[in-house]
């Protein structure tokens, strides 16, 4: 099951996190935030964009996606960088996949037009699933953060949410989709109109 993050899921968030931060340079964090740090995290962003996990048979977090701002310039407001994580245990499974198209489900309704995710080199696997979920690699950050003793490369890679258009109407920050009921059964199965899931206060 998907539904929006909660600040109650920080400890699995976590524990799901960490070693991409302890063990691989998948993060370019160099401390494994807290349940308290991922709890802070997840109501900042829904305060604007999505953040959604999914949950296994018996309501155990298994893996989440979440989506933020590109940058602060208010040019860049139609853009977002995409994020996914998997339970080392279950990847390959189509979490990633159900995850990410839900995710871009949700920004596409909201208005956003462009999503972005860096990947640090050599990560195949990671790269193969960016762009089987539709992204083009648009140039590499060689070099660009050092960790574990040496420096490492960042490719980054574009998906197109909706047409570059002119004039285009800024996005709708994600409190709003929800209370006009605009979610439409991305993740509850509700018919548009209906009450889909909200955001934790």
Do not use: C
Not at 71 to 77: G, V
């Amino acid at each position: 099951m998907l539904r929006l993050a909660d600040p109650s899921d920080g400890a699995r968030l976590a524990a799901i996190y960490a070693p991409a931060v302890t063990d691989r340079a998948t993060s370019f964090e160099l401390t494994a935030p807290d349940a308290a740090e991922m709890a802070r995290r997840v109501t900042t962003l829904l305060a604007r964009t999505p953040w959604l996990v999914a949950e296994d048979d018996d309501g155990l977090v298994i893996g989440y996606a979440y989506a933020s701002p590109h940058r602060d310039r208010p040019a860049y407001q139609w853009s977002v960088e995409v994020s996914a994580y998997i339970d080392a245990g279950l990847h390959r499974t189509g979490q990633g996949r159900a995850l990410y198209s839900a995710l871009f489900r949700i920004l596409e309704l909201q208005g956003f037009v462009n999503a972005y995710a860096g990947i640090t080199l050599p990560n195949p696997a990671s790269e193969g699933f960016h762009r089987a979920m539709g992204f083009e690699e648009i140039g590499v950050y060689r070099g660009i953060g050092q960790k574990f003793g040496r420096w490492h490369d960042v490719l980054w890679l574009h998906r197109p949410l909706a047409p570059q258009l002119p004039g285009v109407q800024p996005p709708r920050a994600l409190p709003e989709l929800l209370e006009r009921g605009d979610l439409g059964g991305v993740l509850t199965g509700t018919a548009p109109g209906q009450p889909a899931s909200r955001i934790p206060r």
